[in-house]
C-alpha cells in the first residue's frame, strides 16, 4: 500500500521567507510525527500529534515553527521567517495506535535557505 | 537525560563479512528500542524493534540485534553483509507513553561495503 508520502522534496527559499511543507501519512494511522535531520544536530523530534491535536510541540526549535494537522490526515509544517540554519531535511513519520510505537517514515523534504 | 550514542561514525567492511553496529543507551526505564536503515536520498526504514521478552530479536533483510540490560546496549549484527547493505544506520529510543513514541536517535553510523 501507499506509504507516507511528502512534498516538496526539495525546497529552496531565500532568508526570510515563509514555507510550508506537507505530510500525507498512511491512511488511518492516528499519530504523526515530524523529525528534522542536520549535520549537526542529528535527528531531532519537533512535534507529534494524535489526531488533529498536538498533545507534545516541545522540539520546536522556536515560534517560528508551527503544524497544523487536518482532517485526522494531512499535516502541514510551517516555518516562518526562515533563517539559514532551518536548513535541514523535513522528516514526516505515521504510526497508528497500539502498535507500540513503531513509526514509518516518508522520503523527507530538504529545505535550503539561501 | 535521555540519550543514544552510535560510537562508530563510519565502518568500512568488505562483502560476505560480519557486521556489528554499536549502540549504547542511557534511559531510565526499560525503553522501547529501534534500529532504523537510511539509503541515499530515501525515508528511514524500520530493520527490527524491541518492546519487551526476548532479548534476541531478528529483523528484516538478515538483521538482528541484542538487548544487554546490564550494558545498556542494543547491538546491531548481521552475519554476512550484501554490497546492498550500505547505508546509515539509526538507533533509536524512546518511551511508548499515552499512544505515542518519541523516539530519541544516535547519530548514526555510515557502512559503506567494499566488494
Known amino acids: 500500500g501507499a506509504g507516507v508520502s511528502q512534498s516538496p522534496s526539495n525546497k529552496v527559499t531565500e532568508k526570510g521567507k515563509d514555507v510550508e511543507l506537507r505530510c500525507d501519512p498512511i491512511?488511518?494511522?492516528?499519530?504523526l510525527y515530524w523529525y528534522r535531520q542536520s549535520l549537526g544536530q542529528g535527528l531531532e523530534f519537533l512535534i507529534y500529534?494524535?489526531?488533529?491535536?498536538?498533545?507534545?510541540k516541545s522540539g520546536l526549535p522556536s515560534d517560528r515553527f508551527s503544524a497544523e494537522r487536518t482532517g485526522g490526515s494531512v499535516s502541514t509544517l510551517t516555518i516562518q521567517r526562515t533563517q539559514q540554519e532551518d536548513s535541514a531535511v523535513y522528516l514526516c513519520a505515521s504510526s497508528p495506535t497500539g502498535t507500540g510505537g513503531e513509526q514509518y517514515f516518508g522520503p523527507g523534504t530538504r529545505l535550503t535557505v539561501t | 537525560a535521555q540519550s543514544v550514542t552510535q560510537p562508530d561514525i563510519h565502518i568500512t567492511v568488505s562483502e560476505g563479512a560480519s557486521l556489528e553496529l554499536r549502540c549504547n543507551y542511557s534511559y531510565g526505564a526499560t525503553p522501547y528500542l529501534f534500529w532504523y536503515v537510511q539509503s541515499p536520498g530515501q525515508g528511514l526504514q524500520l530493520l527490527l524493534k524491541y518492546f519487551s521478552g526476548d532479548t534476541l530479536v531478528q529483523g528484516i533483510k538478515g538483521f538482528e540485534a541484542e538487548f544487554k540490560r546490564s550494558q545498556s546496549s542494543f547491538n546491531l549484527r548481521k552475519p554476512s553483509v550484501h554490497w546492498s547493505d550500505a547505508a546509515e544506520y539509526f538507533c533509536?529510543?524512546?518511551?511508548?507513553?499515552?499512544?505515542?513514541?518519541?523516539?530519541?536517535f544516535g547519530a548514526g553510523t555510515r557502512l559503506a561495503v567494499h566488494p
Open positions: 500529534f494524535q489526531g488533529n491535536s498536538a498533545p507534545d
Open positions: 491512511s488511518g494511522h492516528t499519530a
Open positions: 533509536a529510543v524512546g518511551p511508548f507513553s499515552g499512544g505515542y513514541n518519541k523516539l530519541i
